[in-house]
């Protein structure tokens, strides 16, 4: 490898060589940090004084030569000529002055015959008897063919002061500084290996190394190795190469930098130069010294390691006993000096040993710390290693809690072998009562009834008591059973209506989130404003944390099946992105999870499939524990609904919890499964889950038709098995069970009612079950809606009007990926009037879109022009709105103009989204 930067500085020791060969002795001090290619500089120049002629005596000093007389002097005379005579004689005096003097005459005698180099290589190394000799040479240089060159490490002088001195006030002393490679430097030396890459890696290089020559040699080997550059982007591994040039330039810089080093290594991005010092038992002032050192030989920078490849190298070089004696010094140091808690903790768990009572607190807080920052990682490295030394069977239970809170934002299999140890914990009486219902949750959730019963027995028997948090905890608990697990509270006709008195209270949401749901789902009205207000509420005071995450769950339901699912969605899309940001797996599943449930109300498929489809993802169906029910429930009927049964079968295969059909999350699936047999004609089956999920909602008062409409979904059956009459009583039932008529449940309602009735009650049923489901932002209920009525309309004979009605259900079916209902080939109709022979060509049609109705069109526009989509004849429409029917025309001129359409079937779908109930 060719001498890189050092022209300049051969040139200088040239020059000295030539006016040594007129008689004019000269002395070179050449410094540098070590590996700074002192010793290739020297042996250039020694070829050069070969090629010129010159007598070169060379030698290299060691660490062990300080303590061995001579030895310096032994090296250099071994170099002369046999006619100098044995080296014996010269130094064969018990008198090291006499030696001295000897040698120094030798050499002076010897430059008489032809110039003489002397080359000393880490003279700082020297022994003191050889530089006393050489001191009298110095003395005697200027009129001599001398020319002395000595070669030191920067900052190593101090082991010989006064030769220094004495060095330095010589008028025919040189100075030569070897500084470290610039970037061009580093630069050239790569190119000389890796040529074309040479550009790519020479930056990375020099930020690495600093300049080191041995470091970068080292960067090149191991490019050379393995095809990789340490450092490099993509490139994480520590070369072997690298590793060791690391360790021998702090060796052969000495024991000081090397135990420097080591300490920063520790500390890392803690490790400032008190601290340091502190951690090594050192003076400041004697380490900012090393730490200068180490910053000229490349290993540093502003305090802290080059790279982290750099300090790995370090690390990894530490004697296991040391570096657990450093990181236990270290924990106590940033303890007692207020160093943050996951900086101590780090330090504990390196150190592999707690010696101190106050470390298990430290590693818990820590863990708490990275939990709340959304790094579970570190948080669960730290409660690991808390229970490895915790001996305390309360302290153990209390970490084992905090292990199983962490791991389920991630994993919430993998936390399922905590539960039996917790559970023996709460046994031994080792659990309070928050954290035994948090065990409670868990155990109900993965379906493990048997311990859940016997804690749900021992949570049922603690007495009120004056302090509200236990008082919040159980009652969260038993409004949690009411609505998700009905099955395990006989008890259900307790109130919880105190809990909405102060819903914004941060202290009791979770148990008001429960109860609210609880309502929501216990009324067969589906709720009222109440219910939807102080889940807005909840939702608007609550933060997105690991505590406040069943709150949140519970009140987005609650706005679901209060049949609000645009606010329900705009809530659950922020929440959504939140979470994703915060990377917390479970959080975003959960959140999915919802907004597929959202997204298959609004109707639209491929959404409600995608989401589901991601929260399975992100936890595994045996993660999902007995919840798994509403995910795949939700799964199962988006995928029914397009018609991808292949896709159903599959999930249908899905080993589903045995437990979960005791929860309120089977009747979900149950729902969905009834579906899929509805459309592939397994009737009975069909109305068996059907009637299965009513036989449990009754049971358990969750009787809601905004949740599960069991009855109309019965009554679908029914008019395929052609029993109209249990058909039309069931539907009658679930309408009186409905509050609002104008809600979308209503509104399903209304169109299974059709089928039941004549042709000219059915056309009348129909359109009003399409105002309402227009209103409602439903798209699938709303198309098989309008389907049924295009088909009333030509049972009437009117054709027209039903290719109209069919043409924009076919719109709206494309557009929620309702490929079964696109297609009569793969359509199955759920009753007889769904139209079977539209044409899917004039589904298709495409929409002038270069407007938007909501936007160009006044309310009342909008109003007339959503009458006239459904088919309504003018004076109808002038009936129904309380107009003219001169009115309705001039209104209809006005949105044929604005939209730029020619005839009512062109109108654009969209008007269905965004006009009120136009009976108003």
Known sequence: MALVEREHDLKLLSNLLTATFKGHGKIALVSGAVASGKTELLRSFADQCADEGALLLNATATRADRTMPFAVLRQLLDCLPAHAGPVAEIIGSDV??????????????????????????????????????????????????????????????????????????????????????????????CSQHLGQDAAHHAPEAHRMTGGNRLLVRALIEDHAESGEMPGQAGCSSLGESFRQAVLTCLRRSGPDELEAARGLAVLDATGSTHRIAELLDRSP???????????????????????????????????????????????????????????????????????????????????????????????????????????????????????????????????????????????????????????????????????????????????????????????????????????????????????????????????????VLSSVLGQATGGDERCVRVAEQILQSSQLSDTMLESVCSALQTLIYAEQPLLAGRWCDALLTEAGSRGVVTWEAALSALRAEIALREGDLVQAERYALKALTMIGVAGWGVAVGATLGTLLEAVTARGDFESARKYLRETVPEAMFQTRYGLTYLRARGHYYLATDRLQAALADFSYCGELMRTWQLDSPTFVPWRTDAAQVLLRLGDHERARALTKEQMAHIGSRASRTYGASLRVLAGTASHRGRLSLLKESVEILQASGDRLTLTQALFDLSCAHEGMGEFGKAQMISRRAGRLAKEGGMQRMQDPALARPEEPMMLHHAQTDSWSRPVDETASAADVLTLSERRVAALASLGYTNREISCKLHITVSTVEQHLTKVFRKLRVKRRTDLPVELEYHVANPAC
């Open 96 to 189: 090291a002055s006499e030696i001295s003097r000897t040698a120094a005459a030798t050499l002076l005698e010897l430059s008489e015959r032809a110039p003489l180099v002397v080359v000393v290589d880490d003279v700082h190394h020297a022994d003191e008897p050889s530089m006393d000799c050489v001191m009298r040479l110095v003395n005697r240089l200027r009129s001599s063919r001398i020319l002395l060159v000595l070669a030191e490490s920067s900052g190593e002088w101090s082991v010989h002061p006064a030769f220094r001195i004495e060095l330095v006030r010589q008028t025919q002393f040189h100075r030569v500084r070897l500084a470290p490679l610039t970037a061009d430097g580093v630069s050239e030396m």
């Open 285 to 515: 002032e004697a380490l900012r010294r090393v730490l200068q050192s180490l910053q000229t030989l490349g290993i540093i920078h502003d305090g802290r390691f080059r790279h982290r490849l750099t300090r790995a190298a370090v690390y990894d070089d530490l004697p296991p006993q040391m570096l657990a004696d450093l990181h236990t010094r270290a924990a106590q140091l940033l303890s007692d000096g207020g160093g943050s808690v996951t900086d101590v903790a780090d330090h504990l768990v390196a150190a592999k040993h707690v010696g101190a009572d106050w470390a298990i607190a430290v590693l818990q807080r820590a863990a708490e710390e990275s939990l709340a920052a959304d790094d579970e990682e570190p948080a669960i490295r730290y409660i690991e290693f808390a229970l490895s030394v915790c001996t305390g069977e309360r302290q153990r239970a209390l970490l084992r809690v905090l292990l199983v809170q962490i791991k389920w934002r991630s994993d919430p299999e993998g936390a399922v072998r905590h539960l039996t140890p917790l559970f023996q914990a709460q046994r031994e009486g080792h659990l309070d009562v928050e954290q035994t219902a948090y065990l409670l949750r868990l155990l109900m959730w993965h379906g493990r009834i048997p311990e859940a019963r016997e804690l749900i027995t021992q949570l049922s028997r603690i007495t009120p008591s004056v302090n509200e948090a236990p008082n919040a905890v159980l009652t969260g608990v038993h409004n949690l059973l009411r609505h998700a697990y009905p099955q395990f509270i006989p008890d259900r006709s307790g109130e919880s209506d105190h809990l909405f008195d102060n819903a914004t209270t941060p202290p009791g949401q979770q148990a008001q989130a429960s109860a």
